[in-house]
């Protein structure tokens, strides 16, 4: 089964400051990864996702993150955090099974100080 | 778009009570629906996937009496926790999604707390 590795569990920034979440994940064949992120009494929003292409791939608010498949790695980045990214970050990894199910690692919570 | 509405966002009741909560996708069809529990700092584990009008599939270790998950149509699922006890307390959160090759768009999730 797979499994899903996020090692940051709390990442305190200041405002300006750039940002990178880890998240690796174990599994042999061809997956579809995502980062959700759930700010304060709301519910998980997709942030991007990759499926296939192009590595590096773009979502919203700034954000982007990079499929290294040598490294099992999906990492997330941002150049530039503001007090508003302050929430937490959820990397997810969906396998190409009939039933494309994800596995979700356990979080990463942001505070961006202002 | 793709609006997942979930409700109660917030249930309180005593033990040995059922409790009903409803998933639904506002403004696109789920052929697929999802639901998760979250512990307290703790990742959302899938607990169940459900295909509309299929019998819902339950992962391991999830008892399927306990957890009755109906998908009667294709904008709506529940969860039922039959007989809940204090130890089912926990955030619950569904997901849906229209087809294999989109995203899943998740509910507001349900705080479920037993007395």
């Known amino acids: 089964a797979q499994s899903v590795s996020q090692h940051n569990h709390h990442v305190i920034l200041s405002e300006a400051a750039s940002l990178e979440l880890g998240c690796n994940y174990s599994?042999?064949?061809?997956?579809?990864l995502f980062w959700y992120v759930q700010y304060p009494g709301q519910h998980l929003q997709l942030l991007l996702k990759y499926f296939s292409g192009d590595p590096l791939v773009k979502g919203i608010k700034g954000f982007e993150a990079e499929f290294i498949k040598s490294k099992f790695s999906f990492n997330l980045r941002k150049p530039s955090v503001q007090w508003s990214d302050t929430a937490e970050y959820f990397c997810?990894?969906?396998?190409?099974?009939?039933?494309?199910?994800?596995?979700f690692g356990s979080g990463t919570q942001l505070t961006v100080l202002p | 778009g793709a609006v997942v509405s979930q409700h109660p966002s917030r249930v309180i009741c005593k033990s040995g009570t059922s409790v009903k909560i409803e998933c639904r996708s506002l403004d696109f069809q789920a052929t697929t629906m999802f639901w998760y529990r979250q512990f307290p700092k703790q990742s959302l584990m899938l607990m169940a996937t459900?295909?509309?009008?299929?019998?819902?599939?339950?992962e391991q270790g999830v008892e399927k009496d306990k957890f009755l998950i109906n998908h009667a149509s294709l904008t709506l699922s529940t969860l039922t926790v039959t007989s809940a006890h204090p130890e089912d307390s926990s955030f619950y959160i569904c997901?849906?999604?229209?087809?294999?090759?989109?995203?899943?768009?998740f509910g507001d999730g349900t705080r479920l707390s037993i007395l």
């Open positions: 599994y042999g064949g061809t997956v579809n």
């Open positions: 459900s295909n509309e009008g299929s019998k819902a599939t339950y």
């Open positions: 997810a990894v969906e396998t190409s099974g009939s039933a494309r199910q994800l596995t």
């Open positions: 997901s849906a999604r229209s087809s294999l090759n989109q995203p899943q768009h």
